[in-house]
């Protein structure tokens, strides 16, 4: 089901490109030497000027970003990726130490410049007056952007994202309302939680993904209203069943895929209950 969705969402993008290239261009200018570039660029390694690794270009990759009018990145795919990640925070979590000795557990890397504070003692600043101090005035004669950077590195940061609410939940990031949970992120409602991402009103689980209102599973992918369930995705109102991929209302079923109000079922044999 999901690969099913993005490939109809990839034809649907690929078709709206073909239809932008008959109408009349709205940029010649970045036609025109976008065409001269992609007209000399050849396939071969290429060294990333970011990491100084040296990756394959395709004449595959080439010809995609010649259907969608965009350059080939200059940089490896993995370099790629960091960048695209660097401007969320949370999924990584590192013990660090506080100007006055502290050890607080944070999103920020121990060797980033910026300021952190414990996130109780950020809350309570930013409910006061206090950081009205760290205003600055515009100078006109500086660059703009050179004043945010030095304006954005003085100003303190909460060491993590997290609810005041949290109980036990130290080394979780963007969760709400949860309870003994341990490297989770952007959970809601969760309990006794561990390896959870993206779970609402979740319990007694690890390694769930997407997971709405389920206990006692173990490493699923958007599982909901389950119990007992291990090594499924997307399942709903299933109970005591293992390896499932797309299945509903079934129970004491073991690799099954697209079954609907099943139970003792393996590998999609109706089997009996003894």
Same mark, same amino acid.
């Given at each position: 089901?999901?690969?099913?969705?993005?490939?109809?969402?990839?034809?649907?993008?690929?078709?709206?490109?073909?239809?932008?290239?008959?109408?009349?261009?709205?940029?010649?200018?970045?036609? &025109?030497?976008?065409?001269?570039?992609?007209?000399?660029?050849?396939?071969?390694?290429?060294?990333? !000027?970011?990491?100084?690794?040296?990756?394959?270009?395709? @004449?595959?990759?080439?010809?995609?970003?010649?259907?969608?009018?965009? !350059?080939?990145?200059?940089?490896? !795919?993995? &370099?790629?990726?960091?960048?695209?990640? &660097? &401007?969320?925070?949370?999924?990584?979590?590192?013990?660090?130490?506080?100007?006055?000795?502290?050890?607080?557990?944070?999103?920020?890397?121990?060797?980033?410049?910026?300021?952190?504070?414990?996130?109780?003692?950020?809350?309570?600043?930013?409910?006061?007056?206090?950081?009205?101090?760290?205003?600055?005035?515009?100078?006109?004669?500086?660059?703009?952007?050179?004043?945010?950077?030095?304006?954005?590195?003085?100003? !303190?940061?909460?060491?993590?994202?997290?609810?005041?609410?949290?109980? @036990?939940?130290?080394?979780?990031?963007? *969760?709400?309302? *949860?309870? +003994? +949970?341990?490297?989770?992120?952007?959970?809601?409602?969760?309990?006794?939680?561990?390896?959870?991402?993206?779970?609402?009103?979740?319990?007694?689980?690890?390694?769930?993904?997407?997971?709405?209102?389920?206990?006692? *599973?173990?490493?699923?992918?958007?599982?909901?209203?389950?119990?007992?369930?291990?090594?499924?995705?997307?399942?709903?109102?299933?109970? @005591?069943?293992?390896?499932?991929?797309?299945?509903?209302?079934?129970?004491? *079923?073991?690799?099954?895929?697209?079954?609907?109000?099943?139970?003792?079922?393996?590998?999609?044999?109706?089997?009996?209950?003894?």
């Amino acid at each position: 089901m999901p690969f099913a969705f993005w490939e109809k969402w990839a034809i649907g993008q690929t078709a709206l490109v073909f239809h932008n290239r008959r109408m009349p261009s709205r940029t010649p200018q970045f036609d &025109a030497a976008f065409d001269v570039f992609m007209a000399n660029l050849t396939p071969g390694p290429r060294t990333c !000027p970011e990491t100084g690794e040296i990756f394959e270009c395709r @004449s595959k990759e080439i010809e995609t970003h010649r259907l969608f009018r965009v !350059p080939p990145s200059r940089r490896v !795919p993995w &370099a790629r990726i960091r960048r695209l990640r &660097a &401007a969320i925070g949370g999924y990584d979590l590192f013990k660090c130490t506080l100007s006055d000795g502290r050890t607080v557990i944070s999103m920020y890397d121990p060797e980033s410049p910026a300021i952190i504070l414990p996130t109780s003692e950020w809350m309570d600043k930013r409910t006061s007056d206090t950081f009205l101090a760290y205003g600055r005035a515009y100078e006109d004669q500086r660059p703009f952007f050179e004043q945010w950077n030095d304006f954005s590195r003085r100003i !303190p940061r909460p060491a993590i994202i997290q609810d005041p609410k949290n109980e @036990s939940s130290e080394w979780s990031s963007y *969760c709400m309302t *949860c309870k +003994n +949970n341990y490297q989770c992120y952007c959970n809601s409602e969760c309990r006794d939680l561990f390896y959870g991402d993206y779970n609402s009103c979740c319990s007694y689980s690890a390694d769930l993904f997407g997971g709405d209102r389920v206990e006692w *599973c173990y490493d699923g992918m958007r599982i909901d209203t389950s119990s007992h369930v291990f090594w499924s995705e997307w399942s709903i109102d299933c109970v @005591s069943s293992s390896f499932l991929l797309n299945c509903r209302n079934c129970h004491d *079923c073991f690799g099954c895929a697209n079954l609907v109000n099943k139970s003792y079922c393996f590998l999609n044999e109706q089997l009996t209950s003894e």
